[in-house]
Structures are given as C-alpha cells and as structure tokens.
C-alpha cells in the first residue's frame, strides 16, 4: 500500500494477544480479507475455538471464524500489517517483517519513547505508520475479554494527513474502531509514555491497587507531578506536546486533577483497561520506564517526584 494509494483490502494482523485478536475479528466481521498471525499454543486455540471475544462491560461474546497462519505468507501480497506486540518484542517483529517486501504498509501499534528510527532501519520510512490502540483487556485461556474506549491514534512518520492514512482511519470506523489522525504520531508515543511511567510507579507503590490510589491523593499528587516532569523533559528535547488537549487538562491545578484522577481510578473502565494491564504487562512497563529514564537524563531535568516515586514503589 503505497503513500498514496487508498486501497485497502488485504490485511495482516501480525501478534494473536487481546488486541491482536480483538482487531482481527472486527476488521472480518467488516468485510475486509484479514489473515491472523498466531504461533505455539495460541494458534492451536485459534484453530480449535476461532477468535472468542467478550465485551468487559455488556458480557456479549462473539466467536469469528477466520483465515490464521503460524508464518507469513512469502508470496502472498498484503495492503496492509498491523504490528499489534508489546514493545518487548518488538525486536523479534522486526527479524521476522524485514524481508517481505509484499506487504504493503505497516501500523505499529506498540508503546514506545524510543521513536521509531529502529523500525524505520528494518522497514524503510515510506512503509511505517505509526498507532496507538483504543482498547484493551486481558486473555482468559482461549477468550479474550476487552474494552473499546475513545479513539485509536493513527499517523504518518512525518506528521502528513495522506490519502493512505485517511483510508486506514476510514477502514477502522468500518470496524468499529474510532480514529484520529495525528500530526506528530512519534510525540504522542512519547507523551503516553510520560503518563505512564509515574502512574505504573505510583500504582506500584500502591500495590498495583488503582482502589488504594484512589484514596492515595498525595501519592497521586506525585504521580501528577511526576508527569509534568516527564513533559518538561520532552519538551527539553525538543518533542511538542501532542495531544495538544494535553496542555489544557494539566493546566488545571494539582488537587483539581488529582481528585478527577482518583474518580476515575475508581470507575470500572480502570480496572480492566489500566490496572489488570499493568499486571499483565509488567515487563514492558519496566522496559518503557528505562525509556523515559534515558530521555529524562539526556535532558537533565530535575525530577524530584519521580524519584521518590522510585525511591519507594
């Protein structure tokens, strides 16, 4: 699928987990020919149940029959991969997508703060998009249990609103998933980053309870400031704040957000969609920590929140 090219037919889910799954069966279910990638015991479940998802908060569950391979095809042309793997394997992705110049494009939809200048090394810049999911859950053996909130992030490496990602971001409304298209897609990476590291460092010093954070508000005052220095570090470095909505919520006052910030702790989305996450991803979430770490000392910001955040979490 070329830069410019606004067909969208063929697409590759590369990585079975929630979101892998999740993405695969609706983008089937909406008409679109979609191959599933899933090794080792995975492909086996898929093989024998098909793609079983349970909606977190209705309890509705929907079973999709479709297409699954163990490896990518070789000669088999895709419009389209979406890179659905934790940042801690993204290396094995890229070993295993380097030498398949029939696919398309590629949508990498991992954390990082790292950019995407290994990706591109593999890949070439004109193939790469990056994006961000809006949804998550967790696997219970065969089933997956998830959540759909918000919209997905989508965007070109170079911040242009091309025909491709327009087409990408129409496909997914198809299926079901609502999208914006981002002008800067490396900073808003960056940005969620920053969110995410003192609130998995607040959260930790909480015992992984986001009930016992609720309360917490001077540890969640902490974790607020531990965010604002991870943004002053960014902007250090030369990254804007993307997205932009970012610099109005954190010109509230601390207390103000801190007690939104406990409200929404307490809601049901943020079980499933942050607290059951940080369990199941805690080595991601420690490797995207050392991310920012790195960021944060090449920028030489003082970050007083943080490491107390570290000091006792």
């Keep these: 699928m070329q830069r410019q090219d606004q067909q969208l037919n063929s697409i590759l889910v590369f990585g079975a987990g929630v979101l892998g799954s999740l993405y695969a069966a609706w983008l089937h279910r909406a008409g679109f020919e979609v191959t599933l990638l899933a090794r080792g015991g995975r492909h086996g479940d898929l093989n024998e149940h098909g793609v079983v998802l349970e909606d977190f908060f209705t309890g509705k569950r929907t079973t999709t029959q479709l297409r699954l391979v163990d490896a990518i095809p070789e000669d088999e042309p895709f419009d389209l991969c979406l890179v659905l ?23 990498f939809m991992n954390n990082t703060a790292e950019g995407a200048d290994a990706i591109v090394q593999a890949l070439g810049a004109e193939r790469v998009l990056f994006g961000h999911a809006n949804a998550g859950g ?115 006052p601390d207390w103000l957000l801190a007690w939104a910030f406990g409200l929404m702790l307490s809601g049901k989305t943020a079980d499933i969609g942050m607290e059951r996450h940080l369990r199941n991803a805690t080595e991601e ?19 007083p929140a943080l490491d107390a955040l570290r000091a006792s979490g």
């Excluded at 496909?171 to 998933?177: N, P, R």
């Design 285 to 303: 979430m420690a490797a995207l920590a050392g991310e920012m770490r790195a960021l944060i000392d090449r920028a030489g910001v003082p970050t």
């Design 85 to 107: 793997v934790q940042k801690t394997q993204l290396d094995g992705a890229l070993e295993a997508l380097s030498d398949k110049p029939n696919i398309g494009a590629f949508i």
């Design 138 to 252: 967790e696997r219970r053996e065969h089933e997956v249990l998830y959540i759909v909130t918000g919209k997905m992030m989508l965007g070109e490496l170079d911040g242009e609103v091309t025909p491709r990602v327009k087409a990408i971001a129409a496909a997914m409304k198809k299926a079901g998933f609502a999208s914006e298209i981002s002008r800067n897609p490396d900073a808003w990476k960056r940005y969620h980053v920053a969110l995410a590291t003192p609130f998995m460092l607040a959260m930790q010093r909480n015992g992984t309870d986001r009930l016992k954070l609720a309360r917490n508000r001077g540890d969640l005052r902490l974790c607020l400031r531990g965010m604002r220095e991870c943004f002053a570090a960014l902007r250090a470095l030369g990254h804007p704040m993307d997205p932009a909505k970012l610099r109005y919520v954190f010109w509230l």
